[in-house]
Structure formats: C-alpha cells, structure tokens
C-alpha cells in the first residue's frame, strides 16, 4: 500500500512539474502573437469606399473615414457623400464625429450625423480585415437624416498626388490657408499671391489668391507641361444676395488627398456660417474640373 501511494506522489509531482515547463516554453510565443495582433489593429489613415453604377466614372456613394487611433481608442470624422452628389454629410473643418474602442478584437463606438446633433447618435462596429481593408456597420441608426452606409468594406487610401514635400498635407481647407507659404506673383489676372499645390497626373495645381480688398477669394488653375492654364474653378468667396435678399453667403471648400473637391455654401448670420449646401468635383486626367452629377 506504501508502495503505490508512493508511485502516485511521484506521478502528480512530475505531472505538475511538466505542465510547468510547458507554461514557461508557451509563453514568449503567445506574448508575441498578441504583439502582432495588437499592431495589426491599428487602423489610423484614411480609408475610402466607393460605389460607381455601370458605364460611369463618377460615384453613386463615396464614403470616406479618417481615423486617428490611440492605443486600443479611436476618434475620426467620415464624409459620406451620396445620391450622385446630391447629398453631402460632411463638414470641412476637422470635426471628429464617431469615436470607440477596442472590444473582443473589433472597434465599436458611437457616431453622428453632420445632418443633426452631436447628442444624437448612433452606434457602429469597425472590423479589420487586413492591413489595407476594414468593414464598417451600423449597429444602431442615429434619428436624424444620415448618408454613411449600413455596411461596406473600405480600403486604405492611397494618395493619386505625386510630391516628395510632405509639408503639403491633406485635406486642405479654408482653416489651412495662413499656414502656406504663398508667393507674390500677379501672373493669373487678379490674384496676386499664388502657391504650387503637389501635381495630380498630368496636370500641374496651383491656388491663386486676391486678398487686394475685404474679402479675399481663392481659385484653383491646373496647367498643362507648357505651364499653360487648362482650366479654373473658384473655391472660397464671399457673396451677397442683393438685391433678391441682404443675405450673406460664404464658400468654403475642402480638397482632399485625391483632388476630391467639395465646395460648400453657407450663410452668414451672427457671426457663424448655417450651412445650405455642398457640391464636389474632381480633377478629370485631363486636368479638367468636373462636377459630380446629381
């Protein structure tokens, strides 16, 4: 009886003592693998989804989504543009509305429209996918009128700008305007200060300002090799409504990393700016700006 109580004493310690190693030896490989699933998750960049109805060039539904990530934490700001242009719930100035967390390996969150309050929101999951890919869902709908897709996978957007100074950022907004270093020149007819905005294709971009009298405005020009203009489009200006009305308006515009073009119309009142609409373009590969059909 000695005997084989010995032999099982023996049996549990030798038992205990291997699942021991075992735990040691396992250790550093599951440390490193969540290593890799934790860099893996970080998501911050800018993605894009686009839909394009057949035989088109423009899309019925582009939805983009910046996205700044802190450890496990996220905040960023979408710009979901649909109906053809028609409906724009963006905002041009850097405005995070969708924030969340880390949870059970996916991020989940809270969002809301640029159509309504801050205060009503909806909920959203984000999943990563791989490295370039993520899939974004709605969970819960937010009250008011919103244009972010329920679901869709978005890519990791890679910028069609050709430009070794990385001092040129996007987007770029009205709010951005007094950080570039523009250059006095009078060479387009009634601006006098211009700067080299990063070359799309073909096409060489320059913004032009007037600033000769209160209210300065802005107008990109695309030119050709033979730095010769190819075509125009006014960005940022201010105008009044007389004499249909003594409303003021104000255009302000955002251009985005792939020459996106979104310009939108505000009226003025009490020193803020109620926005009415938006309209978008692009930079065709002829150098062309072409307005989203609606």
Request: aromatic content about 12%; charged content about 25%.
């Amino acid at each position: 009886m000695k005997k084989l109580l010995a032999v099982i004493l023996i049996t549990l310690l030798s038992c205990t003592e291997n699942t021991k190693a075992s735990k040691i030896q396992t250790t550093p490989a599951e440390e490193k693998l969540e290593t890799q699933v934790h860099e893996n998750k970080n998501i911050s960049g800018n993605w894009i989804f686009t839909e394009k109805s057949q035989n088109s060039d423009i899309p019925t539904l582009q939805f983009t989504v910046t996205i700044k990530q802190d450890g496990e934490e996220i905040s960023g700001q979408y710009c979901a543009i649909a109906n053809n242009g028609a409906k724009i719930d963006c905002e041009n100035e850097t405005r995070y509305n969708l924030k969340g967390k880390l949870i059970n390996g996916k991020f989940t969150g809270t969002f809301y429209s640029f159509f309504g309050s801050s205060k009503d929101q909806g909920k959203f999951e984000i999943s990563v996918i791989d490295n370039s890919t993520i899939s974004w869902k709605v969970l819960v709908s937010p009250k008011a009128e919103f244009y972010a897709p329920e679901l869709c996978k978005l890519k990791r957007e890679k910028s069609a700008v050709s430009s070794a100074d990385t001092k040129k950022k996007f987007p770029l907004s009205y709010t951005g305007l007094d950080n570039l270093n523009w250059e006095e020149s009078n060479r387009y007819a009634n601006y006098n200060y211009t700067y080299n905005l990063p070359d799309y294709k073909n096409s060489s971009v320059i913004l032009a300002k007037n600033d000769l009298n209160d209210d300065p405005f802005y107008t990109l020009f695309t030119l050709d090799k033979n730095t010769r203009i190819i075509d125009s489009l006014k960005i940022c200006y201010t105008e009044d409504g007389y004499p249909e009305n003594d409303k003021r308006y104000f255009f302000d515009f955002v251009i985005n990393s792939d020459y996106t073009i979104i310009i939108s119309k505000s009226e003025r009142k009490d020193y803020n700016n109620i926005k009415i609409w938006g309209s978008k373009y692009k930079i065709s590969d002829k150098g062309i700006f072409v307005k989203y059909a609606k």
